[in-house]
């Protein structure tokens, strides 16, 4: 931690500083300049979090040196992890693919799909029983019902299931049908939930919030981390911008700078970020070369049909074609799937 | 609702969404032109809405008409609400004042706190005893613990009481102490916890999310109204932008913008929107000159020791100097507080 | 200026950055921590700014702890300015209103405004005679001639004239013709621009670009004045957010960021900043509540003939209603007008 | 162009719009709805830009229906361009890597530059001699001086040139010098200077706006062609968002919306884009994958000796190897380089 004065302050000020941070059993180093003084703390600073410091007169301002995400954080856990889900394995070496429809409409859908994504070389089947919608008029999912189909469409097709949870509720149900559990953006700092994913042990795929920063990903990573379930894998699904050609603008940087910062797998769901389906497979390719460790793609049987997000939605025979055009770009950043 | 047709779109295109639009009841009005022929629908299009006619050959774009928001457009409720808690109302001709510190850390602070603004003219006392915070390491709040604290502070001055809570297990035990709960905005789309808040009956402080539209805030309002929950008040508190002078960027723009699509008055707080001290009183008087119906405001016995938030919390004499100052302002503005 | 070093940086990475730091004549103060190595530098650090300090080998990253802007710095010219437009001042205890349309259409139209505007209160008139469109195909403005009308206008009802210039030629032109120039938001960045107008010594209205921080806009003033032109005024009209409610997100923010950081005067244009009639008067009064020195409004004797932007402007009885509506609100913030 | 009444708009409203649109010698076709009448209009819409139909009494919103462009639109010119620049193509089957440093410094490091590139693959080579840059006091570029150097440098490796140009003087020295100018991102609504750069008819590389929508930025490349000059490149270089942990946000979803709504070739700056060396070539990988059709990569002798943007750039080996690693990416992607 640093703290920086403004130009002239007064020696009893800086005193006052450098008192506070003593206080606290702390060192603090004083860098005097022309025009400025700085003052580095040297220590646990997590002792000094409840201070104010920058309220003493005479600090300008008050800058943190190290991340508060310690669990997640690249420093100190340096090799790239694998994320097992059941015998599946998220990570280097991979490409994970996760398929399916937005929501899960009935069991005959599920069932088809989950033949055809998995014979297209999927791993994971997705779906939603539980879907956050913006007006309270639009469909809101099938719950318990949604997660019977997908469950049983998944094990006839030999696929692990992934579904996004919503509350509490929503995760005392899905622990009893689904392999990894989906936060979703706009649950990313919905804290109560996060704490409750980090108690249940089921693996979680953490998408990041719309207008979340990487820091902050990965400080809501922490929280789960943090309750003792280290099976996090990151998802990139498009932050908000102005522009407006797009849904949302994927954001394909988070790809290297998660890849820097922290051991944890990340994938991409390029549907949702443009939510135009002309658009699924160029950036899919990219999130392939840029590194990322999986793709999360919308599937339907008949998107014009679909309850939900159609327009996104690629039909079996554009995700097949999907997959064997992703083949070779797997295998150029080293990974099968 | 509005179907765009590309340019050239084949007849059968065009023959496949009038029928589309008829098999459900509704009627379809084209319009030839030149290059693009559109068609509009008339009738109840929420028949349409699991109908994704977008993916039609042919269509080019769909335009939505009318909100999805019903019960908090003004259009079907021209007469601007007044939302009374208690027996204290918020709304037309008064200016509210909520204030008090970010968290609630001890029962001292709290009974000062009621006191001294009180006497200043609010009517309500604010604490966080849930606080969501970015890591999980920072102060999370002393729960049913503050939630004592507050209320016996608010009773000893005559205050309402208003608190945020984060997850439904909250609003179970906060429901024996709050006046009114406030929904913060990192849970704006907690759908599930819009849904309690709707069924719970005790009034609603609903703020804006970090990267809401004034459209999808509508809507969250919407989903606590129809639950049942008419008591809802709209807080703007900043929006994430790529300035960074400012915590975040105060829209104040949202209160006229409200004013105009919605009956739900509307609060200001400049405390968190600016996270800078220096900053708070020259936005809340822009905040009552722009026709907001009430304003909150962090207030501290001693910021600079202050568990969180202290750098935008004032003091006592400086919430004090703010509502003398406000005074004429309200004034001006038919507001009485 | 701050080089944090990485966690474990080699000594002989800190020695490298202590070398380079001395080598240029300036001093470094190291700080070492638990975890991490600071360096701060002491000294004059533009010596540094041809150094890539950061590519030093164990640098983690390096922290600015001055702005780089001087003459616009109020650290260094602590009482607010006043710029003279001739004999009319702009700054502390006055509220300039700058007013009338959009585009000059015709000499006709401006000798009207000039009158109606001059009536409720304006000091300057406004209008545009080289016209910024987004589209090749929109009006683009009178040019010269639209020049002429609107100086004769301004004479005849005793204003000062504002234009937009956004060329080298046409500030040839407009010198002959205008009181103040404005430089638009879309060439807030055009250096070469702000230099030309540095050098031409008439005061320049500056606004602030869609996307510019605020540290980027005192840095574009900053250019002005170190050519040689300290008469620089600043006009927030808004920025680019995600929010379509209005056309740009009205950053009132600005207003006291800038009273903190600089001693240069500071107007607000509610009219572009929303693009809708109705915002304009609670944004106007929201603006001289947050302490702006001035406004500039859009007014047209006939909003529904406008040539561009006529769904913002102001009939002249709006805006007279808004100078009556006004004055009290100036009053209590000071200034007159 | 399509009108949206009010709900219950007056009858004499609706005729009075119709009567504005069949004035103008264009067609008016009314939908009429349960809640609210559409008003759609036929004909050659620019007739009508002069009119402000959303000023009518009952007018609730109006939206455009055709882009604004036309030229630079693939819905009249289907086929993707191929630009010559001199008898190098871009377009269509090729990878055209563009690379130099960021500022040109002196003659013997474009020399040494232009060798290196070359032999690595690149066509290209870039180097500023005008700077754009956010502080007075800042390295400005060598102007002609520096495009004496490049041009010498590149014509002794037998590559193209290609500089930014910054103002109307620059382009005028520029033309004797470079093969290709780039107009860049804080001038890409410098509108006066777009105009000459169509009138100046060498080849140009059109970065977009930090806060640019494709929309402006297609508008943009309208000005130059409608000019007279069909020769333009776009190249998305990162827009500004929230997130800080990238210089800017690279939008790659650009690539493929670009290739969807103009014939125009897209390149890619990655370095510009994120600001850090490290993120250069997942990026540069990625965009080659989402079907860019070149690259413009920051390639320096001595990157932490640079006088600009050292931080972002790549040693010669660096960029040779990433040259390497991209040839199969780019034949993947049925391109050559």
């Not at 005097?32 to 003493?56: A, C, S, W």
């Not at 779906?127 to 919608?133: D, F």
């Not at 030999?158 to 005392?172: H, P, Y």
Request: hydrophobic residues 40%; charged residues 20%; neutral net charge.
């Amino acid at each position: 931690m640093i703290i920086i004065m403004k130009p002239g302050a007064a020696r009893e000020n800086i005193d006052t500083v450098v008192k506070a941070i003593s206080s606290k059993g702390l060192q603090a180093h004083l860098s005097q300049g022309d025009q400025v003084t700085i003052v580095g703390v040297v220590g646990d600073k997590t002792r000094l979090m409840h201070d104010n410091l920058e309220l003493i007169p005479g600090v300008d301002k008050i800058l943190s040196v190290t991340e508060t995400y310690k669990l997640a954080n690249k420093k100190f856990h340096p090799q790239d992890s694998t994320i097992l889900v059941g015998d599946t394995p998220i990570g280097p070496g991979r490409l994970t693919m996760m398929a399916g429809p937005c929501a899960i409409e009935n069991e005959d859908m599920m069932m088809k799909s989950a033949a055809a994504v998995k014979a297209a070389g999927a791993s994971f089947l997705r779906g939603g029983a539980y879907k956050p919608r913006t007006s309270p008029y639009a469909f809101q999912g099938l719950e318990e019902e949604g997660l019977r189909y997908i469950r049983r469409a998944a094990d006839a097709a030999g696929l692990k299931v992934i579904c996004e949870i919503t509350s509490q509720r929503a995760l005392d149900t899905a622990v009893h049908y689904v392999d990894m559990m989906q936060i979703g953006a706009r649950n990313m700092q919905n804290f109560e939930l996060l704490k409750e994913a980090g108690r249940s042990r089921i693996p979680v795929l953490l998408k990041r919030g719309l207008n979340a920063t990487i820091d902050e990903w990965l400080n809501a990573a922490e929280y789960i981390i943090s309750e003792g379930n280290p099976n996090v894998v990151l998802c990139e699904r498009g932050i908000r911008t102005y522009e407006k050609a797009t849904r949302n603008t994927l954001d394909l940087s988070a790809v290297p700078v998660i890849r820097q910062k922290s051991h944890l797998p990340v994938i991409v769901d390029p549907s949702h970020a443009t939510g135009v389906r002309e658009y699924v497979a160029p950036l899919a390719r990219a999130a392939v070369a840029a590194g990322a460790d999986g793709l999360m793609i919308e599937v339907h049987p008949c998107p014009s049909c679909a309850l939900s997000d159609g327009p996104q939605s690629l039909t079996f025979e554009q995700f097949e074609a999907l997959c064997r055009e992703l083949k070779p770009y797997a295998a150029l950043a080293g990974r099968t799937f």
